[in-house]
């Protein structure tokens, strides 16, 4: 019989995991099993669901502070995140921002044992993903934000961008922290790229202590309760200063171009080069913005939309112009295939390590640029075909790109900047995380080369152990699963479907319907008012069932809050 160890925190349920954090006696979980809120999606796909959809909600103090615990438990599903677990956590990180925004500062500390995005619930997970990504953002302007990665699954997909989010990541050598699973890399990229059976390849591109050691987590722990509460005392205490890697955009650029992807690079090695930069020792590099232009949707109706606006982009594979539509500045952003790029899982136009931080740099600036003025809209074109799955993207923490990419859309909400996205082709998994999932306005085509989805249809299959042909017999069960914008559009998340237009040769009438398009949706944003995603739960689709259980955990949660 093997024996549980005495203080193992990685040992530890989900449930017990989040109460031992807390002092006792003090633990008040919300939403827990008696109160059934199951995900109502598995059962028809022949999956047993769990009374508390594998996430823990605690309300309590950590030596007196004010806490939210937010465990992850890794054994059902996977720890994957779909439409109740996704609300539970994204709802609760949106009561304990109102907690602190009424002066009741509250600190939330995400336990992450998740691969990401539930499959079985696909569409759902993508949504509340962002959810969760925007809520962490606006919470760090009043409190840390604290991520805790002990073991078991780790933290990868949608919820490794979620990690890269917060204030302080803290991790036990157990744990691991990737955008994409070894498995997923295979499947994509081949066992040449990343053999998923090789566990020190894994443990050392990925695992806490090569996390810690290449600055992509703050604390390495030993698996033990007490240190996993002290460390996470320190933070709450402000004894341990972090650095707020998603928003250091110079300092990861700089070091990307210090990168040779032709060279198989050692967790050493990435130790080696990324120290000048810990330490603050930046080089300059001038960009190469010279690449050969691209035939995809996103380049096509970039060059439609800025016309002869002049390029403002460092690096071929992330397009950037400032044009007007009418009297309205846009600023216009694309992520487009790049045949030579110097980073080879990125040529197709996935976002990759210099896309993700390219994406935030441009965001950033328009932000600090109009920060005493009017604020320009934001237009992200949308058709990535993914992220880019490789073994240098993971050690060199593509994560972390991704991460910064969303953290500088949230904030240009928050700064008052309407950010829209149109969408004209593919928009896939942490790619469309990184680049359109933030913003307030979704508009896409009607047309069958527009897909939303968190996975290919070959990697989905593997992930879960079934065929694509019962993979495409579920998704007419749960249209989130569904790869095709139609189905996409039933969840309530679009402001609006554009029939009629060329997709793949536009001309000047198709540019003009569109660009009226986009000023409605400028205008329909600055009417609101409101510079988070609520707005995807309060259409009529969402309102009419496209979110029914997403809705109904929030109400639950904000009954049972105080």
């Not at 035939?295 to 970039?302: H, L, V």
């Not at 390219?358 to 992200?380: M, Q, T, Y």
Request: glycine share 10%; hydrophobic share 40%; with cysteine.
């Amino acid at each position: 019989m093997i024996q549980k160890l005495t203080n193992s925190f990685v040992e530890c349920s989900g449930r017990e995991r989040a109460m031992k954090l807390l002092d006792a006696g003090t633990g008040k979980e919300l939403l827990g099993p008696f109160d059934g809120m199951e995900s109502p999606h598995l059962e028809q796909q022949g999956i047993v669901p769990q009374s508390d959809d594998g996430v823990i909600v605690v309300k309590g103090t950590v030596n007196g502070h004010e806490a939210l615990v937010i465990s992850i438990e890794g054994k059902f599903q996977g720890g994957g995140i779909g439409e109740v677990s996704g609300a539970k956590i994204a709802g609760s990180l949106e009561l304990a921002l109102n907690e602190c925004e009424a002066g009741t500062k509250t600190v939330p500390i995400l336990i992450l044992d998740t691969g990401g995005v539930r499959l079985q619930e696909a569409n759902y997970g993508l949504l509340s993903i962002a959810e969760i990504g925007s809520a962490i953002v606006a919470i760090r302007r009043h409190v840390p934000v604290i991520a805790l990665i002990p073991g078991g699954i780790g933290a990868f997909g949608g919820m490794s961008i979620t990690a890269g989010l917060c204030s302080a990541i803290i991790m036990t050598r157990e744990g691991r922290l990737g955008l994409n699973g070894p498995e997923v890399i295979e499947q994509e990229a081949g066992i040449r790229e990343f053999d998923s059976k090789d566990r020190p390849l894994i443990w050392g591109t990925m695992g806490g202590d090569q996390r810690r050691s290449s600055g992509l987590a703050d604390l390495l722990i030993d698996d033990d309760t007490e240190a996993v509460k002290d460390a996470v005392l320190s933070i709450m205490n402000g004894d341990m200063v972090t650095d707020q890697r998603s928003i250091q955009v110079k300092r990861h650029g700089a070091f990307l171009k210090t990168i040779n992807p032709a060279k198989r690079l050692t967790p050493e090695d990435v130790q080696e080069t990324w120290k000048p930069f810990i330490s603050g020792s930046l080089t300059k590099q001038k960009a190469d913005i010279h690449g050969e232009k691209s035939t995809s949707r996103g380049q096509t109706w970039f060059d439609l939309l800025t016309a002869d606006a002049p390029e403002i982009g460092d690096i071929p594979s992330v397009r950037v112009s400032d044009a007007f539509i009418g009297t309205k500045k846009v600023r216009y952003i694309t992520v487009v295939p790049d045949a030579k790029n110097r980073f080879p899982r990125v040529r197709h136009g996935e976002v990759g390590l210099q896309e993700g931080w390219a994406i935030a740099k441009h965001v950033r600036e328009a932000i600090e640029a109009d920060r005493n003025g009017e604020k320009r809209a934001i237009v992200a074109i949308v058709d990535v075909p993914s992220q880019a799955y490789g073994h240098l993207e993971e050690l060199l923490g593509i994560h972390q790109s991704c991460a910064a990419a969303v953290d500088a859309y949230v904030t240009a909400r928050l700064e008052g900047h309407p950010v829209i996205s149109f969408i004209p082709g593919k928009a896939i998994s942490g790619a469309f995380l990184s680049h359109g999932m933030q913003a307030q306005r979704l508009i896409a085509l009607r047309d069958p080369g527009v897909n939303v989805h968190v996975m290919s249809k070959q990697s989905a299959a593997r992930i879960t152990n079934r065929s694509i042909d019962e993979l495409e017999a579920a998704a007419k069960k749960v249209p989130a699963m569904a790869y095709d914008i139609e189905s996409f559009e039933q969840l309530g998340a679009l402001h609006s479907l554009v029939d009629g237009l060329n997709a793949d040769d536009p001309g000047e009438n198709d540019r003009d319907v569109l660009q009226k398009e986009i000023l409605m949706a400028i205008q329909d944003i600055e009417q609101d008012g409101s510079r988070d995603l609520r707005v995807r739960l309060t259409s009529r689709l969402a309102q009419s069932g496209g979110r029914a259980a997403s809705i109904l955990v929030r109400e639950k949660l904000m009954d049972q809050w105080s």
